[in-house]
């Protein structure tokens, strides 16, 4: 089956300027995350989607980003007036309902953003 | 201090060589441990997990979990070139609001033919 899709794949975009990027999760998968991979950096998270349930926005580095999940499948995470320092791949990763025990997150190919 | 190092690398061996990789954490309630595998210009995608301190083999790949000294590795034997990738560790926190993965910086591994 599909796995999890982001577009757009690349993203140029100019400094003050709002951004939005798509995320489509594997078709059932109740859990969505969202995460920002700097230039030579690991991976760091940024918001979590469960069910309907209130996101974990903890992750989120300033007012500038927000997300929204439509429907519980379809998220969009949102950047406000987009600085240098924001250029980066976010990468979004959906899995299973979140029980006891690890789930495994599959993660899409992400959005490259360029802020120039 | 970040919560989980890893060395950058890049990593370089020959073909057929074995590849250690390990990283090291702070927080001791970390209950997950997991090894991405990440190519160039694409998402990571799990390699292995584990949960309690000791070894799991799964094919070429072998994690090791010493929670005691809050340390972990990633073996992998006869590497091939395509195993070249960035390999990234990953721990989770069991909370009940969700499982957010922490991660390292990654380790940028090139195996030689």
């Known amino acids: 089956g599909a796995g999890v899709s982001q577009s757009p794949s690349n993203k140029v975009t100019e400094k003050g300027k709002d951004v939005e990027l798509r995320c489509d999760p594997i078709?059932?998968?109740?859990?969505l995350y969202w995460y920002r991979q700097s230039l030579g950096q690991g991976l760091e998270f940024l918001i979590y989607?469960?069910?309907?349930?209130?996101?974990?926005k903890s992750g989120l580095p300033s007012d500038r980003f927000s997300a929204e999940r439509t429907g519980g499948s379809v998220s969009t995470l949102t950047i406000q007036r987009t600085q240098q320092e924001d250029s980066a791949v976010y990468l979004c990763?959906?899995?299973?309902?979140?029980?006891?025990?690890?789930?495994?997150?599959?993660f899409g190919p992400g959005t490259r953003l360029t802020v120039l | 201090q970040k919560e989980v190092e890893q060395d950058p690398g890049p990593l370089s061996v020959p073909e057929g060589a074995i590849v250690s990789l390990n990283c090291t954490y702070s927080?001791?309630?970390?209950?997950?441990f997991m090894w991405y595998r990440q190519y160039s210009r694409k998402g990571p995608e799990l390699l292995m997990y584990?949960?309690?301190?000791g070894n799991k083999e799964d094919g070429r790949f072998t994690a090791q979990v010493d929670k005691s000294s809050k340390y972990i590795s990633l073996f992998i034997r006869d590497s091939q070139p395509s195993d070249s990738a960035t390999y990234l560790c990953?721990?989770?926190?069991?909370?009940?609001?969700?499982?957010?993965?922490?991660f390292g910086g990654g380790t940028r591994v090139l195996v030689k033919p």
């Open positions: 990763a959906s899995s299973p309902t979140v029980l006891a025990g690890a789930q495994e997150q599959f």
């Open positions: 078709s059932g998968h109740t859990a």
């Open positions: 989607f469960q069910g309907n349930s209130a996101p974990d």
């Open positions: 927080n001791s309630a970390f209950q997950y």
């Open positions: 584990t949960y309690s301190s």
């Open positions: 990953a721990m989770i926190l069991i909370k009940a609001a969700g499982n957010k993965l922490t």
